[in-house]
T-cell receptor
Framework: DAGVIQSPRHEVTEMGQEVTLRCKPI?????LFWYRQTMMRGLELLIY????????DSGMPEDRFSAKMPNASFSTLKIQPSEPRDSAVYFC????????????FGQGTRLTVV | AQRVTQPEKLLSVFKGAPVELKCNYS??????LFWYVQYSRQRLQLLLR??SRESIKGFTADLNKGETSFHLKKPFAQEEDSAMYYC????????????FGAGTILRVKS
C-alpha cells in the first residue's frame, strides 16, 4: 500500500477562489481525519469520519470549510471562498480500529492563498 | 474537552545532552497518549505510545496521572533527533479521535 495519498501537494490560489483538497486513505482503514498545521497553533483537528460518516466537525473553523467522504476510499476538504488566513499545510490521516491505534498521515497539501 | 499542551515551541540542546520534551494534558477520563515525530521532508509518524511502554530510538515517555503529564525523554541527544515532536491524546469515548498539541521543534547542535 502506498500509504495515505493526498493531492495536490501544493496549491496556490487567489483569495475568493474555491479550493478542493483530496485524500485517499489506506485501504481497509475505517477512520479518516483532516488536520490543519500552522506554526502558531500546531496540528488542529478539523473533522474526522468513521465508516464514511462525519463524527466530529467541531474543529472546522467556519462555514467556508466543508468535508465529504462519499466512499471508503476518498475524501475531500473544500474551502469556499478561500482567504489568506487559510494558508497552511493540510494533512489527511487514516487509522483502523476502535481506539488507541496508530494514525497514518499523508504528505500534506501546502495551501497558499494570495 | 480534551486538550494537549506543549509549552515549548523550540528546544535547542547540544549533542550528547539529555532531552526532555514536555507534554501536559487535560482530560477527565483515562487517555491513551502518543508521541508523533515529523522529520524534515518526511511524513508525520508515530514515535511511541503509552500503552506499549517501549523505548524507541532511545526515547521513553512516562504517564504521570497525578501531574497529567507525558513528557518525552532521551538521555543523550543525537543530531538525527532534530525534528518536530507532537504529543497527542486519544480519549476513550471518542473512538480513534486524536487531539494534538502545538508541537515542539527539537534542534540538536553539534
Amino acid at each position: 500500500d502506498a500509504g495515505v495519498i493526498q493531492s495536490p501537494r501544493h496549491e496556490v490560489t487567489e483569495m475568493g477562489q474555491e479550493v478542493t483538497l483530496r485524500c485517499k486513505p489506506i485501504s481497509g482503514h475505517d477512520y479518516l481525519f483532516w488536520y490543519r498545521q500552522t506554526m502558531m497553533r500546531g496540528l488542529e483537528l478539523l473533522i474526522y469520519f468513521n465508516n464514511n460518516v462525519p463524527i466530529d466537525d467541531s474543529g472546522m473553523p467556519e462555514d467556508r470549510f466543508s468535508a465529504k467522504m462519499p466512499n471508503a476510499s476518498f475524501s475531500t476538504l473544500k474551502i469556499q471562498p478561500s482567504e489568506p488566513r487559510d494558508s497552511a499545510v493540510y494533512f489527511c490521516a487514516s487509522s483502523l480500529g476502535s481506539w488507541n491505534t496508530e494514525a497514518f498521515f499523508g504528505q500534506g497539501t501546502r495551501l497558499t492563498v494570495v | 474537552a480534551q486538550r494537549v499542551t506543549q509549552p515549548e515551541k523550540l528546544l535547542s540542546v547540544f549533542k550528547g545532552a539529555p532531552v526532555e520534551l514536555k507534554c501536559n494534558y487535560s482530560y477527565s477520563g483515562s487517555p491513551e497518549l502518543f508521541w508523533y515525530v515529523q522529520y524534515s521532508r518526511q511524513r508525520l509518524q508515530l514515535l511511541l505510545r503509552h500503552i506499549s511502554r517501549e523505548s524507541i530510538k532511545g526515547f521513553t515517555a512516562d504517564l504521570n496521572k497525578g501531574e497529567t503529564s507525558f513528557h518525552l525523554k532521551k538521555p543523550f541527544a543525537q543530531e538525527e533527533d532534530s525534528a518536530m515532536y507532537y504529543c497527542a491524546l486519544s480519549p476513550l469515548e471518542y473512538g480513534n479521535k486524536l487531539v494534538f498539541g502545538a508541537g515542539t521543534i527539537l534542534r540538536v547542535k553539534s
